[in-house]
């Protein structure tokens, strides 16, 4: 790709460097790092916890490793179902599924409860993976993408990795998915705030 693909960006617009500080002042990909750090944290509360609920309650981790591929499935369907459009509404959407689904496994009882739940956690996961990248793509100056995609998958790795270590050091004390689903919820909450204060400003603009 390097050698035959040709360079369409002009030299003007190409990035010099990382500048993590110029993304962070465009709210749109605030939001953006907030709902992916949001939707990661969940993800590794369930890396951390499920099969340890799946074990406790007579089952393998083999059962475990299989509800989760089960998951994925879904949201690989679900993402090539997928249209452009709303991809914000879509990444908040796909959030609250995840964050019930999560709620919903730490209280599940049997396999067939637990395949339901996965499918709605991967239906959320298939929303909100695809919507987070687009909107990178979308709300990224031109000369910033390389700094915003960066720090995309800093909030990325940042949840996968605060997830697990949360979900453990709490874990006897306070369900780890309440953790994970306040935090969701008040990423949503923020979002839908931000969202409906740049629609009034927009119409007084009018």
Do not use: K
Not at 73 to 89: N, P
Not at 136 to 147: D, H, I, K, M, Y
């Amino acid at each position: 790709v390097w050698r035959y693909v040709p360079e369409t960006l002009a030299p003007s617009a190409r990035q010099g460097s990382v500048r993590p500080w110029e993304v962070l002042r465009i709210p749109e990909l605030v939001s953006v790092y907030v709902v992916t750090v949001a939707f990661t944290f969940c993800m590794g509360t369930l890396a951390y916890g499920f099969p340890l609920l799946l074990v406790e309650q007579g089952y393998t981790t083999a059962t475990a490793g299989q509800l989760l591929g089960w998951m994925a499935l879904v949201a690989v369907l679900v993402m090539l179902s997928v249209r452009q459009g709303q991809s914000l509404g879509r990444a908040v959407l796909g959030l609250g599924m995840i964050a019930g689904a999560l709620l919903g496994v730490w209280w599940g009882q049997g396999l067939w409860s637990y395949a339901l739940l996965m499918g709605v956690y991967g239906s959320g996961f298939g929303l909100v993976f695809p919507a987070v990248h687009v909107l990178t793509f979308e709300q990224a100056p031109v000369q910033l993408r390389g700094s915003a995609y960066a720090l995309l998958y800093v909030a990325y790795s940042g949840g996968l990795i605060a997830g697990p270590l949360v979900a453990g050091a709490v874990s006897r004390a306070l369900s780890p998915a309440v953790v994970a689903a306040t935090l969701s919820g008040a990423a949503i909450a923020g979002v839908a705030v931000w969202a409906l204060r740049g629609r009034r400003t927009q119409c007084a603009r009018l």
